[in-house]
């Protein structure tokens, strides 16, 4: 195994918090979670409590100015223990890093503090029915009214939706403008004409709760807006690298411990006299496997360095996206064969790994949009290339 020297001592033990805390309080009620489509409130407060949330948010809103590092060794703790329920990352590395990176000082002060003690939950509210991918055909709009924006429209697909104390919304403040016309708004659950609807039945993630999220010509004060007029397509740009890298760090842990309780499964399995890792074909499978997971590994590790510096561009995390969401496909449903017909039941880890892996090539931009991505930023260096 090639050795990982990101992470530190100080890292280490706090990954050993981390799983203590997987443990303890989540683990043992995560299959009632499952049934139930939603997880508590209180493993928010809990987690909160525990020092899990919003680790690199400064001390001066409430967090503990920790590394980007340990934000991570959270996601990938929770993929190792198939922990899919609490949206965690949703509200680590998507809602709070817009609201530190975009917001003024009272709207930090205000919000912080509050979801890194897990008293706030947050959301982010891009999706609509008719616009996934494609952030800039976005329907929901923000009216300015004096002192106020009337906010109607509809959201789907929303992780956190029906716990959400506050959602991080993209809006239409010029329908007539395309990227120039998104506006970003901080808006909180309680206010009148916000209303959630449906919690989504899902294939996979089952306890984490995902909903429909509607606005009845909702009043927000203009203090209430996220970054500048028109400008939020800017916004989701650049934060949207941090978001895929996340994902890409999720589907890495999931891939290595998928193919780890695999080996030991082979390994004990008997079949005609053997064990099952005694054949070739079993052996040359997972050799294929380790190898693309071993890549898979060096080159997140790569995009984080990368990221920690402040330097990791936007087709460099569609990238890592692309291929890990494809490479977390492949090895879950090659790793269930070798499972047989146990691999198809919900009791075993590989079941479940495998629907919630089919999310990973669709949520935080498809694996179409990232090859758009990456295929167009080849052109364009090519053709600044040509003009010099």
Not at 295 to 308: K, N, P
């Amino acid at each position: 195994m090639i050795e990982r020297t990101l992470f530190l001592e100080e890292h280490a033990i706090f990954r050993a918090a981390v799983r203590k805390f997987i443990e303890n309080e989540i683990t043992p009620f995560h299959l009632q979670w499952e049934r139930e489509g939603i997880v508590p409130r209180a493993i928010w407060e809990k987690a909160g409590a525990a020092g899990l949330l919003g680790c690199s948010i400064p001390e001066e809103y409430g967090g503990t100015g920790a590394d980007h590092l340990f934000d991570f060794v959270l996601v990938e703790e929770l993929a190792r223990a198939g922990i899919t329920g609490p949206g965690f990352a949703v509200h680590n590395e998507m809602v709070m890093p817009y609201i530190l990176a975009f917001g003024t000082e009272e709207q930090k002060r205000h919000w912080l503090p509050k979801m890194v003690k897990g008293e706030v939950i947050g959301a982010l509210g891009l999706t609509e029915p008719h616009a996934g991918s494609d952030l800039k055909n976005i329907h929901t709009r923000a009216v300015r009214d004096g002192d106020e924006y009337v906010i109607s429209g509809q959201k789907v697909f929303i992780s956190n939706g029906q716990l959400c104390d506050v959602v991080v919304l993209a809006t239409k403040t010029n329908p007539e403008a395309s990227s120039n016309g998104v506006s970003l708004f901080i808006v909180e659950a309680w206010r009148e004409g916000f209303k959630r609807g449906r919690r989504l039945e899902k294939i996979g993630l089952k306890a984490q709760d995902t909903s429909e999220l509607f606005f009845e010509d909702v009043r927000v004060p203009a203090s209430n807006l996220l970054g500048p007029e028109h400008g939020g397509f800017k916004l989701l740009m650049k934060n949207l690298a941090q978001e895929r890298l996340t994902q890409a760090v999720r589907s890495a842990a999931v891939v290595e411990t998928v193919l780890d309780y695999t080996i030991d499964y082979v390994a004990s399995r008997e079949m005609f006299g053997h064990t099952l890792g005694d054949f070739q074909n079993t052996q040359f499978k997972l050799a294929d496997l380790k190898t693309e997971v071993t890549i898979g590994r060096v080159f997140v590790d790569r995009c984080i360095e990368l990221f920690m510096a402040g330097k990791l561009e936007g087709n460099d995390a569609a990238m890592a996206k692309l291929w890990l969401s494809n490479l977390h496909g492949r090895v879950v449903d090659e790793c269930l064969q070798f499972f047989g017909g146990w691999g198809y039941m919900t009791e075993y880890p590989i079941s479940r790994a495998f629907v919630d892996a089919r999310i990973t090539r669709i949520a935080g931009g498809s694996i179409e949009v990232m090859k758009h991505i990456i295929g167009r930023s080849l052109f364009e260096k090519r053709g600044n290339a040509n003009h010099r």
